[in-house]
Nanobody
Framework: QVQLVESGGGLVQAGGSLSLSCAASGRIASINSMGWYRQGPGKQRELVASITSGGSPNYADPVKGRFTVSRDNAKNTVSLSMNSLKPEDTAVYYC??????????????WGQGTQVTVSS
C-alpha cells in the first residue's frame, strides 16, 4: 500500500516563510508528477505547484515568485518552500503524486493534508 505523509505547516505571520515536505512510501514502482494542492475555507481545492519526474516545475499564478517546489527522486519526496506568505495563502495543503504501485495502474494518491495559517 502506498502512503503520502506530509510534514511542516503551522502558523506564521504575513510576510513570513514556511516549508512543507511530503514522503511517498510503500510498493512504489514509479512516480510521475508530484505536487501540492490547497483548499482554503469555503473554497475548492486548487493546484499550488507541481513538478515532473524530470524536475520541471509548474506554479499557480498566485504563488509564482513566492513558492518553490522541489523533489528528491531517490527519496520519493517533494517539498514546498513558501516565502512572503499572505493571509490568502491560509489553507489545508495536500501533497499529491501520480504514481504506479507495483502490480497496479498509475493513478493519483493524496496525503492527509496539513494546515497552513497566515495571520495578518
Amino acid at each position: 500500500q502506498v502512503q503520502l505523509v506530509e510534514s511542516g505547516g503551522g502558523l506564521v505571520q504575513a510576510g513570513g516563510s514556511l516549508s512543507l515536505s511530503c514522503a511517498a512510501s510503500g510498493r512504489i514502482a514509479s512516480i510521475n508528477s508530484m505536487g501540492w494542492y490547497r483548499q482554503g475555507p469555503g473554497k475548492q481545492r486548487e493546484l499550488v505547484a507541481s513538478i515532473t519526474s524530470g524536475g520541471s516545475p509548474n506554479y499557480a499564478d498566485p504563488v509564482k515568485g513566492r513558492f518553490t517546489v522541489s523533489r528528491d527522486n531517490a527519496k520519493n519526496t517533494v517539498s514546498l518552500s513558501m516565502n512572503s506568505l499572505k493571509p490568502e495563502d491560509t489553507a489545508v495543503y495536500y501533497c499529491a503524486a501520480r504514481l504506479r504501485e507495483r502490480g497496479r495502474l498509475e493513478r493519483d494518491y493524496w496525503g492527509q493534508g496539513t494546515q497552513v495559517t497566515v495571520s495578518s
